[in-house]
């Protein structure tokens, strides 16, 4: 009887430790490098070193060209969905040709998470160019760019490390960081309070399939804006960047999906609530002061407090804050007419630069388009170059005046830097 008792006991434990070991073997499988989407192929007419594999959980790409420089550029990718499993890795595909022409060395890494994860990005990039000067030799200067989150990642790495890089170029970046997280939230709580449909923080479960198809319908949205739809346009637009050129066109395109961003999770994998609209201001035009208009909008939408360890302003949280508090020298490129990462994170961050007594390392740029980092080639490659002049010569380049509203309001806002002008831009001619 005591031998079948002890055996039970062993066949027991043995059965929870293989669950255990099972479970343990899941969490730490559940994201993988797709090992056959690592291999790439070099460029036509260049000869190149390209190396690939995995380091620290995470893929990496390397390129070298034959008349390496001695520099080298890291780069960021933007946002996959916590959904999907597999980790790959982006080359900097408008960059690519440029920098390797002109000598620079590039490497990129998938990060070993996906989702909103900009914290294991940061330590996976650094990482990463730890791993080249190790495995290919010092860089002589390394620079850092990124498009998306991978701006904010970019962004962070030039906070962060600020003796290991010499100048950054976060491209559409989330460079208001978590506030672009309220903004989803601010456009869906004025959508309904002007719909007249009770107003929910979280998103409930049939959100996307019963309430917005009653908030469209009501406010015109997709037909004819009534006058709430009409309130609604004007409110994203100050809530977005305030009035500039673009914007109607940018409206359209964006209204529908704005409304796929509210979700009922609102931690975005932070330990609570992410979301905080306290500092929300809801605007219908351009005076700062409230009218009784625009008050009782506000009274219409609840005050939304973020759980104090969702947000953190000390190093390296999940979504890391930015701090504007900069030392070496930054451009930033972002379209004006962008509201998935919209133009008002370029201003918050020019703000805080401001604010931290450091503008005279950044320069803001802007490209007059209406997607989320719609550049052309030609504008990365002029901004790059424009960073490497800089860094090397010491003389800080031009860029847009980006926090003075009658600039920014102006018709040819954004003309300089654009290049060329999109075909559906009315100062193109192809309206």
Known sequence: MRQRITICLLVFLLVMMTAAGTTFANKKAQ???????????????????????????????????????GDLVLYSHGYRSEETKALTVNNPSNLRRYLLEAGYAWAASSYSKNGYEVKQGVKDTHALGQFFNGKIGQADHTYVVGHSMGGHITGVLAEQYQNAYDGAMPMCGVMGDNELFDFFTDY??????????????????????????????????????????????KLTMYLSGGERPLFDQAFNIWQDFLFTLYREDPSYGTPGNLINNTDSIYQLDAAPELSEEEQNLAELIPDITSDPQARSGNGLAKIPQLSGDINVPVITLHTIGDLFVPFSMEQLYAQRVEASGKEDMLVSRAIRATGHCEFTPEEETDGFTALIDWVKEGEKPEGDQILNPDIVNNRDFGITFTSPLRGYDPLSGGN
């Not at 409930?204 to 009534?226: A, D, R, W």
């Open 31 to 69: 994201y993988f490098v797709d090992k056959d989407q690592l291999p790439f192929d070099a460029l036509e007419g260049i000869e190149t070193e390209r190396l690939w594999g995995v380091h620290n959980g995470a893929g990496y790409r390397i390129e070298v060209p034959e008349n390496w420089n």
């Open 188 to 233: 869906n709580l004025a959508a309904q309070a002007l719909a007249d449909v009770p107003v929910e923080f979280p998103a409930p479960e049939n959100y996307q399939t019963s309430i917005v198809p009653e908030i469209k319908e009501t406010l015109g949205l997709n037909t004819t804006l009534t006058d709430e739809g009409e309130k609604l346009r």
